[in-house]
């Protein structure tokens, strides 16, 4: 049976070459024959902007010929070829259809030649032209062609694969070409028909993926939304989810709409790089009894506006660098509570804690009970809290623990459950929660089933550096931008393979410890872990995992991983290999 290309004639085609493409179909003269049906010709091939051949015929031992066809009724006046369709409608042709067709022709083996070279056995191989006129009969004899050039509607009643071959056969008497082998070897006949009409397979790239991965999951968190009507009723609410639930984006919600009711409103988390992102995200809303960002800044600031600074400066002189966390832990919470009782009129309308299991220490919950008008019994507030694997910065207390605490100082609140993940596709979701040690996922999937999660192992620092280095190419060479990739690691930049990487194609800068999280273009995020609480990046790099074995480097996985809303690559130590190998067992037999 022919080899049609394609194998379905489109709708969109001209009628005149349906009924050319079936009488070619079902010929059986035809068997051994490849057809091309609507060959385009790029600006390569000829000097005009696009080209295009109606039929291409490849026949083995014979050659190739190339087809114009022209339906309806033809004419020829003062050298302007013009055609009529069924419906009488007239289109005048920028020239004959011969030079077309043999433009056309010309064109291919061009292209051939430069493919294949001038002296390869396909390039010369018989290239002949016709134009087939289904509708009419053939034009009168002209100089400008020759008879084997034509096939008109007497031509068609027979078989069309006799037609076809006698023309080609006539060419290549006429031509000189007998005696020259065509297209006598199979080899020849694919490697042309390949070179014609190639099949290729284009996968999205992967920048293009993580962007509609983005898209997706955007709306998504947006749809989050709604839980804000569920409690703005209620003047006191625990918001509980796991990590990706679109936690921070009911706060910043919520913020916004105390903010714009007049309310003095206070948006606090722990982590410093949140903090400063809330401060980037907030800018406008900066005014007098507005406050947001780092917990810690924004207490040293209250301090810094009271006359006992000096005092607290002097009390920070006595603690030794060994205790140096006593002053983040004691120290600042007490003078910020001398501060706001000094200051008086520094009370908050409603308060919002964000990442709210690292600040509920009696330290802090005392600060707040203080700053909020009505306290934390009686006043307007939000609190939100991955209460399962991230208190990371308060190791003694861990999730029951931190809400029996919460409940001392409250208790009269509602309480919500955020239960889907609206940040990390399917794939890293369900990677996050397994390697992280959860018997069951600490939330509902979303149906974004994104790319798989990569993982690598790496035996010593230099492999490491290597493989880190690999990972940031191969990204790149996908087109992903490099403000798109953020490396976290458990390290400190310094300690850190990825401090000793250069290249021209990207910098890496560590916001560690920076307010300043927005990357130039070609900078890559360099983050601790610990500081990336609370952020997010369409690509996460997660390096320098050495182990999984103990509750504390599970949290610090938990951590990290979740953060990837699109893409993660986990780089492990060879050591680690056995304990995810277990991990994985437990995913492929579904055990707990």
């Known amino acids: 049976m022919v080899n049609m290309l394609p194998a379905i004639v489109p709708d969109d085609a001209p009628d005149s070459e349906k009924g050319i493409f079936e009488k070619i179909r079902s010929d059986k003269g035809c068997a051994d024959w490849t057809v091309l049906h609507s060959l385009g010709l790029s600006q390569r091939g000829i000097r005009k902007p696009y080209g295009e051949i109606d039929f291409v015929v490849v026949a083995p031992g014979e050659g190739v010929l190339c087809i114009e066809v022209k339906g309806g009724g033809v004419k020829c006046e003062g050298g302007q070829w013009s055609t009529t369709n069924r419906h009488g409608v007239t289109d005048k042709l920028k020239r004959s259809p011969f030079d077309q067709v043999r433009d056309g ?33 053939s034009p009168p004899q002209n100089i400008g062609y020759e008879d084997d050039e034509i096939i008109d509607v007497s031509h068609l009643n027979g078989d069309i694969s006799t037609v076809i071959s006698t023309r080609i056969r006539s060419q290549r008497k006429r031509m000189g070409w007998m005696q020259i082998p065509s297209l006598t070897n199979a080899g020849d006949v694919a490697a042309l028909v390949k070179f014609l009409r190639p099949d290729f397979v284009l996968r999205e790239s992967r920048s293009t993926r993580i962007r509609r ?49 007049g309310n003095r409103t206070g948006l606090l988390c722990y982590n410093k790089v949140l903090g400063g992102w809330f401060e980037r995200e907030l800018s406008e809303h900066r005014k007098e009894g507005i406050v947001f960002g780092s917990i810690h800044e924004n207490l040293l600031s209250l301090i810094k506006s009271a006359s006992l600074y000096e005092e607290y400066s002097e009390a920070q002189k006595e603690i030794p660098p060994e205790r140096k966390n006593e002053i983040f832990d004691r120290l600042i919470p007490e003078y910020s ?25 009696p330290a802090f919950l005392d600060v707040f009970d203080v ?28 999730g029951a623990d931190l809400l ?26 369900e990677s996050t929660s397994l390697f992280s040690g959860f018997s069951t996922p600490p939330y509902e999937m979303n149906q974004i089933d994104g790319d798989p999660v990569n993982q690598s192992f790496w035996k010593n620092e230099k492999d490491l550096a290597d493989l880190l280095e690999a990972q940031i190419n191969k990204l790149l060479d996908e087109d992903v931008l490099p403000k798109d990739i953020a490396i976290l690691s458990p390290r400190k930049f310094g300690k850190s393979p990825a401090s000793a990487l250069k290249s021209n194609r990207f910098r890496i800068r560590d916001i560690s410890n920076s307010n300043d999280t927005v990357p130039d273009d070609n900078e890559i995020t360099f983050s ?65």
């Open 371 to 398: 700053w909020l008008r009505g306290g934390l019994k009686k006043g307007r507030w939000s609190i939100l809290g991955d209460f399962h694997n991230q208190a990371i910065y308060s190791t003694d207390l861990r």
């Open 404 to 429: 029996e605490t919460l409940d001392k100082h409250i208790d009269n609140y509602a309480t919500v459950k955020l239960n889907t993940n609206c940040r990390n596709t399917k794939n890293i979701a």
């Open 105 to 137: 022709m010309a064109a291919v083996r061009r292209s051939v030649e430069q493919e294949f070279g001038p002296g390869s056995t396909i390039t010369k191989s018989f290239f002949g032209t016709a134009v087939i006129f289904p509708d009419v009969k």
């Open 337 to 361: 509570i001398k501060a706001l009782v000094e200051g008086g009129q520094n009370e908050l309308d409603y308060l919002i804690l964000d990442e709210a299991q690292d600040l509920i220490r």
């Open 213 to 261: 991965d983005q898209q997706a999951l955007i709306r998504l968190t947006k749809e989050q939304a709604r839980f804000l009507d569920s409690y703005s009723e209620n003047p006191r609410c625990l918001v509980k989810g796991a990590a990706g639930t679109g936690k921070t984006m009911l706060a910043l919600e919520t913020f916004k709409r105390e903010v714009a009711a």
């Open 528 to 592: 601790t872990i610990h500081s990336f609480k609370g952020m997010e990046s369409p690509v996460i790099i997660l390096t320098d995992i050495d182990n999984i074995s103990s509750d504390f480097s599970r949290s610090l996985l938990y951590i990290g991983m979740s953060r990837a809303s699109s893409y993660l690559s986990v780089l492990f130590q060879e050591g680690a290999r056995s304990d995810l190998k277990t991990v994985m067992s437990k995913k492929m037999s579904g055990a707990d």
